[in-house]
């Protein structure tokens, strides 16, 4: 009987191994993706208008930001940074194992908040404290946040990791484990990069106005001469990019960082930076040229070496985006923005342009002797309502006016 079953059982078939294949995007694929040049694409002009409907409405509301102000314009980086994390939180995101983890993407999210509290709360403390000193109640409670700002933030840390680690599952580690070491890099590249921003923001609203301007430029030059003149590629990571765009919308954005610096709009009394000075070409040209004398804004020389940036490394940040989606093979990493894909696709040159510009900022504008201007932003900045009031009445010693103002300054807050 033994041996009649052994004959009668089916031969085994050799198992077959298949070879894994790449994650880079096939080249059928990348065709169909649109590995064409816009000045041979048919449907370019659809496409085009989609885009400039997209981008009137950003540069508006962008227009709209900047007049309400520094608060404002912080909320706006906020806002950009949820849908930037939200897009990034997307790409390793599997549904069946999402289903099997009930409440792990909440986790994520506490992890983004929790660093949008630390960073930002290391940049705006001070200032909040200070902006508070009319009500009472609202001023002890936000010393009491800045105060314990750091254990706070810890505390919202370690509950996060101690909730990562009672919510593994047996066969999903790996996932989870990937989800988290995937969630602290979205937090470093988007926290990191963002608080530049934001930093800028409260050098002076310029400083941020300028580099992001000049990449909005160039971006939009990049496209109208790739548009009607491009023909050259450029890069493979972004088959779309020509040679003809990227010299056009350097030039185009050069000579806007030179020009586009008028003062005659400023409210305030402008620093140096900004006071014309005139250039005497007179021992340089001929007698019979008209123009010898040539006024010019020191910022404008800063406004050149910045545009310099925004026009030849800056674009790298779109290289490394286009690469970073080819080896996810998506074409965008979102489309909250018609026309353009998602918040990343648009954000990935202002993050590289704005390291550039706080350190180029910090190391060549920023002064470092010491002023009343400074010493006053020092008080401001570093002294409880307590110890301001403790300055003034030592200043009243010296200057017994000042104790009035300090008083009237008391009667103001507690009224």
């Known amino acids: 009987m033994q041996r009649e079953n052994n004959s009668a059982a089916p031969p085994l078939t050799p198992r077959l191994r298949y070879r894994r294949r790449s994650n880079e995007i096939p080249s059928e694929a990348s065709k169909e993706n649109g590995d064409r040049l816009l ?24 227009v709209l930001a900047i007049y309400l102000g520094h608060l404002c314009i912080w909320a706006t980086v906020v806002i950009i940074q949820i849908f930037m994390a939200k897009e990034l939180f997307s790409l390793l995101r599997k549904t069946h194992e999402d289903t099997r983890l009930p409440g792990f993407r909440l986790l994520n999210w506490h992890f983004f908040f929790t660093a949008m509290l630390f960073v930002y709360g290391r940049i705006l403390n001070q200032r909040l404290v200070n902006t508070v000193t009319s009500d009472r109640v609202l001023y002890k409670l936000v010393s009491y946040l800045n105060k314990y700002h750091m254990v706070i933030c810890y505390s919202l840390y370690i509950t996060g990791f101690m909730w990562f680690i009672l919510t593994l599952k047996k066969k999903m580690y790996k996932y989870q484990f990937g989800q988290y070491a995937w969630t602290h890099m979205i937090l470093i590249v988007v926290f990191t990069q963002s608080a530049f921003t934001v930093a800028n923001i409260f050098e002076g609203i310029f400083w941020f106005l300028l580099p992001a301007s000049l990449i909005v430029i160039n971006d939009i030059a990049a496209y109208i001469f790739g548009f009607f003149f491009g023909k050259t590629p450029l ?12 010299i056009g919308a350097s030039v185009a954005t050069m000579i806007s960082a030179f020009l586009d610096l008028s003062t005659g709009w400023l409210h305030c009394d402008p620093g140096p930076l900004f006071k014309p000075e005139v250039m005497d070409f007179s021992g340089w040209l001929p007698q019979w040229f008209p123009w010898k004398e040539v006024t010019v804004l020191p910022v404008q020389w800063h406004a050149l070496c910045i545009g310099l940036f925004a026009s030849i490394i800056a674009p790298f940040g779109g290289f490394f985006a286009s690469g970073f989606k080819r080896a996810f093979k998506i074409k965008d990493f979102g489309d909250s923005i018609p026309g353009h894909g998602g918040m990343t ?11 550039f510009a706080y350190i180029y900022h910090q190391s060549f504008i920023a002064t470092q002797s010491v002023s009343f201007d400074m010493i006053l932003d020092q008080i401001l900045m570093n002294l409880s309502f307590e110890e301001q009031l403790a300055l003034y009445y030592k200043l009243g010693q010296v200057k017994p006016r000042a104790v009035a103002v300090a008083h009237a300054y008391v009667v103001f807050v507690q009224g």
């Open 39 to 62: 000045v041979n694409d048919r449907n370019k002009y659809k496409s085009m208008l989609i885009r400039a409907y997209s981008t009137v409405w950003m540069i508006g509301g962008f």
């Open 235 to 246: 890069i493979k990571l972004s088959p779309k990019k020509t040679w003809e765009g990227f």
């Open 345 to 355: 696709d648009r954000m990935d040159c202002q993050m590289v342009m704005a390291v």
